[in-house]
């Protein structure tokens, strides 16, 4: 079953009795407001006034539940997981720890290669570029050798993005602190690293260990490589709300609107293909983090990604 994704923008007080969320607005004229627990899968907390308990704090991470908090600008700044999420987890934290790096360059490699390809199929799909400009991007897909050695995901990426928004806004840099759409970008892949950090505690590893990414600060570094393949299902969410609002990113004053969040909080719940068959993003990505798993004690070699 699909975990709900639940978005707090109001002041509240939520608590937890008979195993349900309870919401207790502060405006007082809005009815109290429940939710099972057991039915959830990520909250995000993003108002001054909103206070949770700690019962419920417990109940949400026993459950598995990823729970962001948002700071001033309302963006997501903090992530709390459940530590212990699966009954061999020593053992799997073992085998994570011990990977060779030659397979995490494979392992890279083929992370990589189901980036491109879906980044290639998202705006061939959109009629974005030329069939000989697809032949390019092919090309650089074919090209990945074992831990992109090269940085064949660098060049791919700057062609990717000079490309997709180019129907919208000229001279479109892609940057966590750049201009409009990126508030949206970055919005969309903070819920996406939730996702994927929450699948990869449910299938016993530790979301610190990366298989390319390794900066020392980063707590969520496999998180980070797991969930690149998946980046371009955030960018097609936003590619749809960019032209549902052209007026105004021409002026650049597309904002966190209520009505944008609330499209944005829909990315664990669309649609992705594995191997031919549709399953909802968050339902995909148990089965990737599930073949990570295999491929690092060895009874897999490919990692399951979905493509576009």
């Given at each position: 079953?699909i975990?709900?994704?639940?978005?707090?923008?109001?002041?509240?007080?939520?608590?937890?009795?008979?195993?349900?969320?309870?919401?207790?607005?502060?405006?007082?004229?809005?009815?109290?407001?429940?939710?099972?627990?057991?039915?959830?899968?990520?909250?995000?907390?993003?108002?001054?006034?909103?206070?949770?308990?700690?019962?419920?704090?417990?109940?949400?991470?026993?459950n598995?539940?990823?729970?962001?908090?948002?700071d001033h600008?309302?963006?997501?700044?903090?992530?709390?997981?459940?530590?212990?999420?699966?009954?061999?987890?020593q053992?799997?934290?073992?085998?994570?720890?011990?990977?060779?790096?030659?397979?995490?360059?494979?392992?890279?490699?083929q992370?990589?290669?189901?980036?491109?390809?879906?980044?290639?199929?998202?705006?061939?799909?959109?009629?974005?570029i030329?069939?000989n400009?697809?032949?390019?991007?092919?090309?650089?897909?074919?090209?990945?050798?074992?831990g992109?050695?090269?940085?064949v995901?660098?060049?791919?990426?700057?062609?990717?993005?000079?490309?997709?928004?180019s129907?919208?806004?000229?001279?479109?840099?892609?940057?966590?602190?750049?201009?409009?759409?990126?508030?949206?970008?970055?919005?969309?892949?903070?819920?996406?690293?939730?996702?994927?950090?929450?699948?990869?505690?449910?299938?016993?590893?530790?979301?610190t260990?990366?298989?390319?990414h390794?900066?020392?600060?980063?707590?969520?570094?496999?998180?980070?490589?797991?969930m690149?393949?998946?980046?371009?299902?955030?960018?097609?969410?936003?590619?749809?709300?960019?032209?549902?609002?052209?007026?105004?990113?021409?002026?650049?004053?597309?904002?966190?609107?209520p009505?944008?969040?609330?499209?944005?909080?829909?990315?664990?719940?669309?649609d992705?293909?594995?191997?031919?068959e549709?399953?909802?993003?968050?339902i995909?990505?148990?089965?990737?983090t599930?073949?990570?798993y295999?491929?690092l004690?060895?009874?897999?070699k490919?990692?399951i990604?979905?493509?576009i």
């Amino acid at each position: 079953m699909i975990k709900r994704t639940l978005y707090f923008g109001n002041n509240a007080y939520l608590h937890i009795k008979n195993k349900q969320l309870i919401v207790d607005f502060a405006d007082e004229d809005r009815p109290q407001a429940s939710v099972p627990v057991e039915d959830i899968g990520v909250v995000i907390l993003d108002a001054y006034r909103l206070t949770i308990s700690q019962n419920l704090i417990t109940a949400l991470l026993e459950n598995n539940v990823a729970l962001i908090t948002c700071d001033h600008r309302h963006m997501p700044v903090g992530l709390m997981l459940n530590l212990e999420s699966h009954h061999v987890q020593q053992e799997r934290f073992s085998v994570q720890i011990a990977a060779s790096l030659p397979l995490k360059k494979q392992l890279w490699q083929q992370t990589v290669k189901a980036k491109i390809r879906n980044q290639a199929s998202l705006l061939a799909s959109n009629t974005i570029i030329s069939s000989n400009e697809l032949l390019k991007m092919n090309y650089w897909e074919n090209a990945v050798k074992s831990g992109d050695s090269e940085n064949v995901e660098g060049r791919a990426a700057a062609f990717y993005w000079s490309k997709l928004f180019s129907g919208f806004t000229e001279n479109f840099k892609r940057g966590r602190f750049e201009p409009e759409p990126n508030n949206l970008l970055n919005y969309g892949y903070a819920i996406l690293r939730a996702v994927t950090a929450r699948s990869l505690v449910a299938s016993g590893l530790l979301p610190t260990f990366g298989i390319h990414h390794r900066n020392r600060y980063n707590a969520y570094a496999l998180a980070d490589d797991i969930m690149e393949p998946y980046r371009p299902y955030v960018d097609d969410v936003v590619f749809e709300l960019l032209e549902k609002n052209i007026d105004k990113i021409e002026d650049f004053e597309l904002e966190l609107t209520p009505g944008v969040k609330k499209e944005l909080l829909k990315i664990p719940a669309i649609d992705v293909k594995i191997k031919g068959e549709s399953s909802p993003l968050m339902i995909a990505m148990q089965r990737t983090t599930a073949s990570l798993y295999a491929c690092l004690e060895g009874s897999k070699k490919k990692l399951i990604y979905p493509e576009i």
